[in-house]
């Protein structure tokens, strides 16, 4: 496209290329996850396994870990234990609460 002289062209001609060129990142976004697909897929199978299999085999794949501490001042404030721990939590330990003082 180095022949394309962008400030010679109309807004018209600025808007239509402007349509084929999101047309173009939609289509190559679409080729490219089919072959990154494809390429998990042989890596996969190189070790005898599919891709279905993995990912039922992943214990974090759409698991929502049940939460273990409730921040008193706003129980629908919830935490799990994984992860970084959320700011109320941090306050109340700075206050001087023990965590097992916030325990479900």
Do not use: C
């Amino acid at each position: 496209m180095s022949g394309t002289n962008l400030e010679k062209m109309s807004r018209k001609e600025l808007l239509e290329l402007r349509e084929k060129v999101e047309k173009a990142l939609i289509d190559a976004e679409k080729r490219e996850r089919k072959e990154a697909l494809k390429a998990a897929e042989k890596a996969a199978a190189e070790f005898g396994f599919s891709l279905s299999e993995l990912a039922k085999d992943n214990p974090a794949s759409g698991k929502i870990a049940k939460a273990k501490y409730r921040n008193p001042a706003d129980p629908k404030q919830t935490w799990s234990g994984r992860g970084r721990k959320p700011q109320w939590l941090h306050d109340a330990l700075k206050s001087g609460a023990d965590i097992s003082d916030l325990e479900i």
